[in-house]
């Protein structure tokens, strides 16, 4: 079983919509949680933590469910600089001993004009 | 501040040749981590080393080493190419141990 899933996509949206993305992890022990985006052929980028209260950055919103080990991502008001790869991702470091990320295969988002 | 750099950017090689990955970390941080992202898939993670040694290995086999240097800078080996090893060979530097990780530009290697 993969330690992150995640659903591939792709997700085309219009401009102006809410998309949101789920994914899943299987390890509980897993202590931090991010979602990264990754632009075509270009190296992953911190988008936001993801902490147990739920979190906001703008028009983004984490939401973390220890108990269901499910961690979402809401983008309201897609903009067409929006179009990524989101990756959600977590980390062992404190069990593993290793600042050891897992990735998620990433969902791919298309925002269209 | 430079971020994260890596080099070279693109490479080609044939099955059966070594090479040679380098990475250089953000100025101040100890951490670095190697990562091999295959087209399609999420990165996965092959080596992280902290002040000079070694911390933690995914599961990759022996044909992969890595070493990291006084001043923090990183190699990747991978010796004995083959076709499965063309990716996307991502490093990311921490300030410590278990922090936030920044990714570099990438090595795209590709075995022919």
């Known amino acids: 079983r993969k330690e992150v899933e995640q659903d591939p996509g792709p997700f085309n949206v219009p401009e102006g919509a809410t998309v949101a993305f789920n994914c899943t992890y299987s390890?509980?022990?897993?202590?931090?949680f991010f979602w990264y985006r990754q632009d075509c052929r270009k190296e992953p980028k911190l988008l936001m933590s993801?902490?147990?209260s739920g979190n906001e950055d703008g028009r983004f919103t984490a939401q973390l469910n220890r108990a269901s080990q499910y961690i979402s991502l809401l983008i309201r008001d897609s903009k067409l600089s929006d179009s990524a790869t989101y990756l959600c991702?977590?980390?062992?470091?404190?069990?593993?001993?290793?600042?050891?990320?897992?990735f998620g295969t990433g969902t791919r988002l298309t925002v269209i004009p | 501040d430079a971020g994260v750099t890596q080099s070279p950017t693109h490479l080609i090689k044939t099955r059966g040749q070594h090479v040679t990955l380098r990475c250089s970390p953000i100025?101040?941080?100890?951490?670095v981590s190697w990562y091999q992202q295959v087209l399609g898939q999420g990165p996965q993670f092959i080596f992280q080393?902290?002040?000079?040694?070694?911390?933690g290995r995914g599961n990759f086999p022996d044909r992969f080493s890595a070493r990291q240097f006084p001043n923090y800078s990183s190699e990747l080996n991978v010796n004995a190419l083959l076709l499965g090893d063309s990716a996307l060979y991502l490093c990311?530097?921490?300030?410590?141990?278990?922090?936030?990780?920044?990714f570099g530009p990438g090595t795209r290697l590709t075995v022919l």
């Open positions: 100025s101040g941080h100890k951490s």
């Open positions: 990311a530097s921490s300030l410590g141990r278990a922090d936030t990780q920044y």
């Open positions: 993801v902490y147990s």
């Open positions: 991702v977590v980390n062992q470091a404190y069990q593993t001993g290793a600042n050891n990320l897992f």
């Open positions: 080393y902290y002040e000079k040694e070694e911390r």
């Open positions: 390890n509980s022990a897993s202590q931090s």
